[in-house]
């Protein structure tokens, strides 16, 4: 059929040959897009998702550990030193609360005391699970975008709470 037409038959096998070769040339420079993506990526872009990181993109790991240790035992020590002030305050309130109520020379009404009380919890179970809801995923979304800072201040704010 092609015999007499002097090479006519090499064009359409000529024009697979060549699609082949530019699929073959696309594929391979997406598999090598895709590999300069990769090594670009830091780890914990991988773990935790392509947003993870403002910070994560400005300092370097130490830095960022160091920072956020130095921050988290600043905070775990005043919030030790804190709430040791508070809780003897409000223990020692109580206490002259309850002294004064048995010695007579005052009269809480526990009733009221009670009825109060659960006004409160309904008024709180009313508005808070929203927004409750509302700030754990603002927080999870953080410490997935500075999680080396935050496990730092993580950290030290344990150490800061021991010492």
Request: charged residues 25%; positive net charge.
């Amino acid at each position: 059929m092609y015999a007499n037409d002097g090479g006519r038959a090499a064009a359409p096998s000529f024009k697979m040959a060549n699609r082949s070769k530019e699929l073959e040339d696309e594929i391979y420079d997406k598999v090598v897009d895709l590999t300069e993506y990769a090594k670009r990526q830091r780890w914990w872009n991988r773990l935790f998702g392509k947003n993870s990181g403002p910070i994560a993109e400005k300092y370097s790991v130490a830095t960022q550990i160091a920072i956020g240790g130095a921050s988290g035992w600043c905070a775990g020590y005043l919030f030790q030193k804190v709430g040791k002030v508070a809780a003897t305050a409000v223990g020692g309130g109580l206490l002259l609360l309850q002294i004064a109520n048995n010695s007579g020379y005052i009269q809480v009404d526990w009733k009221r005391v009670e009825k109060d009380v659960g006004k409160a919890k309904k008024h709180m179970k009313k508005g808070t699970e929203k927004e409750l809801n509302t700030f754990l995923e603002k927080s999870t979304e953080f410490v997935k975008k500075n999680i080396v800072v935050t496990s730092g201040f993580v950290g030290g704010f344990l150490l800061g709470l021991a010492s």
